[in-house]
Every structure is written in structure tokens, then in C-alpha cells.
């Protein structure tokens, strides 16, 4: 297992179009997380999974924001009607429980709309 | 909703000095984080702490739990140390991660 793993890397769009992004974690962690990081600021959570199970949301994910993790693997965020604000870049992290043994951290998804 | 502080924010430094970077927060937790950020913005975690002191090669954590700090000392610092280093606690209801803004650290050769 080389680690938690984010595709793309970067991604440029323009306004209004939509992007999805993956989050591979670790194959045995079963907590999933999504942060937002803008530039100078240090991360802010968004949202995170249990398995397949979606229990915590930010209220900084707006109704445009949906995230899945349909077989309790590999998840998904996608935004549509991306908007100049939600330039940013997306990390990914993943736990083996709630913490217990430190998160591991995917190298993110640079997000830039123009 | 946790408040996490940093400081200082920027720091530059001659190669091998002594290092320090503070952390304080405003609700009690559960575990803390160290965490370092290289350009590009992959994150790597150093520490992750409940109590008391870990050490790591020439890195060193502590935490008073009682009156929410934590420090993370570098020893005999080298210009490879340059990074963001971030402090990130959970607890204080939430289960994700609350991150400070990060301490920008430049150590000069």
C-alpha cells in the first residue's frame, strides 16, 4: 500500500462547469476524510465517512458539494457550478478508527476556477 | 467549536538553532496533531499526542494538557526542516481534525 492517494492532482476549470475528485486511502482504514485548505490558511474539515457512512458534514459544504464512498473504499467529492471561491486545494486523509493511530494524508487536489 | 492559535506564524532561523513552535486551544481534546506541509502541499504527520512528550529523531512534542499548549521543538535545525508546521487537534465535539493556520519555518544555511 503506497499511502492514500488523490487524483488529479491539479484541475483547472471555468466557472460554472463541474469537477469531481478521487481519494484513494489506506485499503484497511476505514474513516475517510475530506479537507478544504485555502492559500495561507491551515486546512478546514468538510465532511467524513465511516466505511460507506457519511457522519459528519461542515457547514462549509454547501448543497453544490456532495461527497460518496459507495463501497466503504475509495470516495469521491464533487462540486458543480464551481464558483472563483472554491479555488483551493482538496486533501484527503484516512484512519484506521477515530484517530487512534494518527491520520495519513493523500498530497491533494489543486483546484483552480477561472 | 475549537479555536487553535499558533506561534509565531513566520519564522526564519540560522541553521542549527533551536527551534520552537507553540500551540494552544481553546476546548478540551482528545488527541493532538503535528503536522508538516512542504510546497505542494502534500502533509505529513510527525506527532500525534494525549499527553506528556514524544520524541522523533530531532524533533521533540510536548503537551499540558491542563492548560492546553503544545510546543514542537527542533533540534540542531537544517535547512530541510523548512516547511509549514501545523498544529491540529480533535475533540472538543467534532471528529474531524480543527487545524491552526500553521507556522511558515525558513532555516537558513
Known amino acids: 500500500d503506497t499511502g492514500v492517494s488523490q487524483n488529479p492532482r491539479h484541475k483547472i476549470t471555468k466557472r460554472g462547469q463541474n469537477v469531481t475528485f478521487r481519494c484513494d486511502p489506506i485499503?484497511?482504514?476505514?474513516?475517510l476524510y475530506w479537507y478544504r485548505q485555502t492559500l495561507g490558511q491551515g486546512p478546514e474539515f468538510l465532511t467524513y465517512f465511516q466505511n460507506e457512512a457519511q457522519l459528519e458534514k461542515s457547514r462549509l459544504l454547501s448543497d453544490r458539494f456532495s461527497a460518496e464512498r459507495p463501497k466503504g473504499s475509495f470516495s469521491t467529492l464533487e462540486i458543480q457550478r464551481t464558483e472563483q471561491g472554491d479555488s483551493a486545494m482538496y486533501l484527503c486523509a484516512s484512519s484506521l478508527r477515530a484517530g487512534g493511530n494518527g491520520y495519513t494524508f493523500g498530497s491533494g487536489t489543486r483546484l483552480t476556477v477561472v | 467549536k475549537n479555536e487553535v492559535e499558533q506561534s509565531p506564524q513566520n519564522l526564519t532561523a540560522q541553521e542549527g538553532e533551536f527551534i520552537t513552535i507553540n500551540c494552544s486551544y481553546s476546548v478540551g481534546i482528545s488527541a493532538l496533531h503535528w503536522l508538516q506541509q512542504h510546497p505542494g502541499g502534500g502533509i505529513v504527520s510527525l506527532f500525534m499526542?494525549?499527553?506528556g512528550k514524544k520524541k522523533h529523531g530531532r524533533l521533540i512534542a510536548t503537551i499540558n494538557i491542563q492548560e492546553k499548549h503544545s510546543s514542537l521543538h527542533i533540534t540542531a535545525s537544517h535547512p530541510r526542516d523548512s516547511a509549514v508546521y501545523i498544529c491540529?487537534?480533535?475533540?472538543?465535539?467534532?471528529?474531524?481534525?480543527?487545524f491552526g493556520k500553521g507556522t511558515h519555518l525558513i532555516i537558513q544555511p
Open positions: 499526542l494525549s499527553s
Open positions: 485499503s484497511e482504514h476505514n474513516r
Open positions: 491540529a487537534v480533535r475533540g472538543g465535539g467534532a471528529d474531524g481534525l480543527t
